[in-house]
């Protein structure tokens, strides 16, 4: 199974190319720092890359050298942005729709107070 995460600071890497690949992000990302986990998320039919993934690092410090470091260039053709992660990965696949089906509720609730004001 997937190593352990607790203890790991993660960083998701937004808009990366389809192309790039887990081997691809250490190579960038593990001159910060020592990585404990590298994730990117496909889907589950298709095996195509979702367009993100997870670098996780042992230290904090680490994780946000390597986020002012990363955010911003460009990867593969892409702009990549780096954020401290606040969620991991679901634990199943129950509580990962449950969780897009709140954000997505959330989110229409603020488009309406959006119109209404």
Same mark, same amino acid.
């Given at each position: 199974?997937?190593?352990?995460?607790?203890?790991?600071?993660?960083?998701?890497?937004? @808009?990366?190319?389809?192309? *790039? *690949?887990?081997?691809?992000?250490? #190579? !960038?990302?593990?001159?910060?720092?020592?990585?404990?986990?590298?994730?990117?998320?496909?889907?589950?039919? *298709?095996?195509?890359?979702? =367009?993100?993934?997870?670098?996780?690092?042992?230290? +904090?410090? %680490?994780?946000?050298? &390597?986020?002012?470091?990363?955010?911003? #260039?460009?990867? %593969? =053709?892409?702009?990549?942005?780096? &954020?401290?992660? #606040?969620?991991? +990965?679901?634990?199943?696949?129950? @509580?990962?729709?449950?969780?897009?089906?709140?954000?997505?509720?959330?989110? !229409?609730?603020?488009?309406?107070?959006?119109?209404?004001?």
């Amino acid at each position: 199974g997937p190593p352990s995460i607790d203890g790991l600071y993660s960083l998701k890497i937004d @808009n990366i190319s389809y192309q *790039t *690949t887990p081997q691809d992000l250490r #190579r !960038l990302f593990e001159k910060y720092g020592e990585i404990g986990d590298i994730h990117i998320p496909r889907d589950r039919y *298709t095996k195509q890359s979702k =367009g993100f993934g997870f670098v996780r690092y042992y230290s +904090r410090r %680490d994780a946000e050298y &390597a986020m002012d470091r990363m955010d911003g #260039r460009w990867i %593969d =053709g892409r702009e990549i942005r780096v &954020a401290l992660a #606040r969620y991991e +990965r679901p634990i199943d696949e129950r @509580n990962a729709r449950l969780s897009g089906y709140r954000s997505s509720r959330r989110r !229409l609730l603020c488009l309406l107070f959006a119109a209404d004001v």
